[in-house]
Every structure is written in C-alpha cells, then in structure tokens.
C-alpha cells in the first residue's frame, strides 16, 4: 500500500495549480521513495501492455497507436497531473467514439479530434471547470460505460469465435446479425485459446491476484499458437510488424469543415477524458486518504491528449484499474506513473517483434474481463432497485448508447437528471411551504399572538425557478387578504432569476390589493439579489412585527 500521508503542508501560492509531482519532490524524495516509485511503475507497466494493444484494436487502430497512448499521454498525465496515483493511457472508455471517428474520418480525423479535446480539457483546467465536470450523475455514467462495455464485447465475438467476416457493421444489432450469418465459419481453434486464456486470465485473479495475468496468458496463448502451428488469427497476421519506436511529432491538420465536423466527436471525448480522470482520481484519494487537484488534473489531460494526437497515439485519460494496481504495488509519488510510460516504450523497443505472435482471439479474452469490469452490474442492479426517475435515467442513457450514439446518450441522459433533480427540489421545497403558513413557530395557536390582519410565511430552500411555481400555488391556497404579510427567508440559501422575477411580481400585485410584504432574514447574497425589490426589510421577526403593528 502507499505510503501515508506526509505532514508537510503544500505551498500556498500555487497549491490550487501546481502538479503533484512538485509538492512530492518538495516534501522530499528518498532512494527508499525511488526504489517503491519504480517497482509500482514496471508493475504497472506490465499490466498496461497487454491492455494497451488490446483496446487499441477494438478501437478500429492498429496495435502500436495503444502502445504510443500509454507512452507518450501515460507521462505527460503522471508528470504534469494533479493526483499523486493516476495512471494514464487507452481506456475502455474511449472505444466507441474511437471507432466511429476512424471508421467515418480515418485517423487523421481522431488525430484532430483528440487535439481538440486536449484543447477543451486544457481550457476547463484553466477556468476553473473540474469541480462541475465531478457532477455528473451516476445513473448516467453507470449507463453509458455499461452501454460502452456491451459494444466493446459486441466487438470482439468475431475474434472470440475465429469467424469469417466479409464486412463487419458499426451498430451493435448489425454485428450479431454479420456474427449469425457466418457462424459457420467458426474456428474451433480459435474458441478454445479464447477460452484457455479466458479460465487462465480468472484462475490467476483467484488464487495468485498479483500476477500479471493478461500477459501471462496472452504469452501462453502464443506459445502453443506458434508452437502448434493453430490455424488462429494473430496481430502479426493482420496487421504486420508492430513499430518498435515512437513515431515522429506531427501537428494534425485539416481545413475549417472537417474541425467543425468533429467538433461533436471532440465534445465527446472531452466529457469522457474530464469524467473519466477526475473519477479515477477520486478512487486514487479514498484508497490512500489524498487529495486530488482537480482542475490540475484536467490541464495535465489536455496537454497529455494533444501530444498524443501528435505523436500517433489515441485518446487517454486515468485508467481506475491501472491507478488501483499502481496503488496497491506500492507507488509513493507521480514518478510511478512516469517510470510506467518508461517501461511501456521499453518493452515496445524489446518485444515488438514478439507482440506479433499474440493470438487475436487472446486479446479478445482480455478485452472480456475489461468489459466485465466496466459493466458495474452491482451499481447497475442497485439503480435499478431505486427510485422511478433514476431508473429511467439509466435504462434510457444506456439503450441511447447501445443502440444510437454515445454523445447523445451522455446528452439525453444529462437534460433528463437535471429536470429530475430539479423536479425533485420543487416538490421538496413545496412540502416545506404546506408546512409553513402561520408564525415563525409553525404552531396554530401562536395565530392568536399575531396582530390582527397580519400573517407570517416561512420560505425553506433554494427558490429556483422550479420552486417558484410552489410558491405560487402556497400562497393561493393559504386564501385570504392580510394587510401585512411577512416573508421569512432566512433559510433560503440562493435564489435565481426566475425566483427574484416572481417574488417581484407578487410583491407588486400585493401592493395593488393592499397588502404590505415584508422581507425578514435574508442572507447577504439573497438579499443582493433582491436589492431592486422596493420593500421593507428586517433582520428579525420582531421587527417586522413591530413594523406591521
């Protein structure tokens, strides 16, 4: 496990921007520091090459471009990021949006749209955005990684089963059916090294967990492939040699239509990379009692992003799995992550002629046990199990994702939270105003107390928009014309634009009744925004009686 926190306090004047491998090295680096730092990152390493080449074909990219991800962004986040702990690279995440842009725009296409998500990623850092993007709900992101994770297993059926495929369609729906109609083409060589290192892969997390399983059994898997001489399919006969170095830096470029074009595809892998990291990071905190910088973190991403658009690689962003392993192998500082990148590009230089004897349906295996992960079917059944309006958020954003487009599931889902939340807080607030008509005690027999023709209302909770129409329809049903009326507020925490236009509205159409209002307790930001509402004002009920009387 890592090390506990250290006491010394991180400096002040950048403490909110500077990345985490600053404050470590601040505080103090050992050799006893260096020594844990680089037995985590080969550890890490290990278990990011496998994934690495694995994720990048489901992407619809050759295998290197997963290999130049983990390289080149796996640095830049761990060097420039804002959690001690997060390991960047290829993540599950990215896959479909991956796919998609490659198959409609090539890879020049996702080379420039990954460069503007870095630019947006870089952006939301800068002006401070990371504690919004934390505030996505998680019936939405439950729904679309484990829509995500459907389409990734969707993908790979072909490989698992060795089949036959002529054209292979882009919707989930379409694979099965191009998987039913070659079904006889099914290679029962390929099934079984698919399931060999599948049973191998789950026997190792049972009874020996810190092995490095996926490289273990995509290594015997080749093995017997080669030595057997196994009709399967491997990387080396689909796709060539694997580069052995990193490419030269290229600047992606393309003329105005095409940007706006990805713009949408952008957008997307700029909510994902955001959502993504910060929750990985958030895991990385609650496992070893740190802190994340949030907005840091976002900065690192965009830059990692970038140069990995220019340099061949993919989208990135944290990986919860491989910052866990990071963790859990004993990595006291960012230098971790770095020593990762390091050891990813010097197993490429040494083992790339290797990597082409790695079976296809192996990887497929692999990619089983991410989709396996990502699917999150104990959160998935917990939702399920809860309230009516989560439920329909989570069914919709995952059939959305599955069956139509990823960046309309996110969108959907989004608008339909936030009317649910917002539905949620009105009806909260409206219960509150039933409960509330009377004296500041809620009790019917201080009525009696009240100067004749005077009543008391108590407001309880943010008066937003939604709650506004509550308000509206309290004050109906309370009936009747009192000569003074006093608003208590003082448990009102915010108000918005909507709510200070109807409180205006009803103060004006009060007085043209003849009923005075008076505003009593209000915060100093509410009563900011009430500052163009000509109407007395007090601090307390007392006084306000005093000015009815």
């Known amino acids: 496990m890592a090390a506990p926190p250290k006491a010394m306090a991180e400096p002040n004047p950048t403490a909110s921007v500077a990345p985490k491998l600053y404050s470590a090295l601040r505080e103090g680096y050992g050799l006893a520091d260096l020594r844990a730092d680089v037995l985590a990152g080969i550890t890490v390493a290990i278990v990011a090459l496998p994934l690495s080449l694995a994720l990048a074909i489901a ?54 749209a990954t460069a503007m998500a870095g630019v947006l990623l870089v952006a939301a850092g800068l002006l401070r955005l990371g504690s919004f993007i934390k505030y996505i709900p998680y019936p939405v992101v439950t729904g679309f990684t484990s829509g995500i994770a459907l389409i990734i297993f969707s993908s790979q059926v072909g490989d698992l089963l060795g089949l036959t495929l002529h054209h292979v369609p882009g919707d989930v729906w379409g694979k099965w059916q191009a998987y039913a109609a070659a079904i006889g083409t099914l290679n029962p060589a390929a099934v079984a090294v698919a399931g060999g290192a599948l049973a191998g892969i789950v026997a190792m997390r049972r009874f020996v967990p810190r092995w490095p399983n996926f490289l273990i059994a995509l290594a015997i898997a080749a093995a017997i492939v080669w030595g057997f001489h196994l009709p399967v399919e491997t990387i080396g006969s689909r ?31 700029f909510v994902l990379g955001g959502i993504e990291s910060l929750l990985s990071a958030v895991v990385a905190d609650g496992m070893t009692g740190r802190r994340h910088r949030s907005n840091t973190e976002l900065v690192a991403q965009g830059i990692a992003n970038f140069a990995s658009a220019c340099m061949g690689g993919i989208p990135a962003t944290g990986a919860i799995a491989r910052t866990a392993t990071n963790i859990r192998s004993g990595a006291r500082t960012p230098v971790a992550g770095i020593v990762h990148a390091i050891g990813v590009f010097a197993m490429m230089a040494l083992l790339a002629p290797l990597a082409a004897f790695i079976p296809l349906a192996a990887l497929g295996s692999v990619l089983v046990v991410v989709c396996w992960n990502m699917a999150e079917f104990d959160s998935f059944r917990r939702i399920l199990g809860g309230p009516a309006g989560d439920r329909v958020v989570l069914i919709l954003t995952f059939g959305l994702t599955v069956l139509v487009d990823l960046s309309i599931a996110i969108g959907v889902g989004m608008v339909l939270a936030s009317f649910l939340f917002m539905h949620r807080m009105a009806a909260v607030v409206e219960r509150r105003l039933n409960v509330s008509l009377g004296t500041d005690t809620e009790n019917p027999n201080d009525r009696a107390a009240l100067p004749p023709g005077v009543e008391i209302f108590r407001l309880d909770g943010p008066f937003f928009f939604g709650a506004a129409a509550a308000f509206e329809e309290a004050l109906a049903r309370a009936g009747g014309r009192p000569r003074v009326l006093i608003l208590v507020m003082d448990a009102v925490p915010l108000i918005d634009a909507s709510g200070v236009a109807i409180l205006d509205k009803f103060v004006r159409s009060a007085k043209t009744r003849g009923t005075r209002i008076i505003l009593c307790g209000l915060r100093d930001d509410v009563a900011a925004a009430l500052a163009g509402i000509d109407t007395p004002r007090t601090l307390t009920i007392a006084e306000a009686l005093a000015i009815a009387r």
Do not use: D
Request: net charge positive; charged share 10%.
């Open 239 to 269: 796709f060539g040699a694997l580069a052995s170095m990193l490419p030269a830096p290229h600047l992606p470029t393309a003329s105005f239509a095409t940007i706006r074009e990805l713009v949408p595809s952008a957008f997307t892998i």
């Open 59 to 112: 992407s619809g990219v050759s295998p290197e471009r997963g290999l130049f991800t983990a390289i080149v962004a796996g640095f830049f986040i761990s060097a420039l990021g804002g959690s001690r702990f997060q390991i960047g690279g290829p993540t599950g995440a990215f896959v479909v949006v991956v796919f998609g842009v490659v198959a409609k725009h090539g890879y020049e296409g996702l080379a420039i």
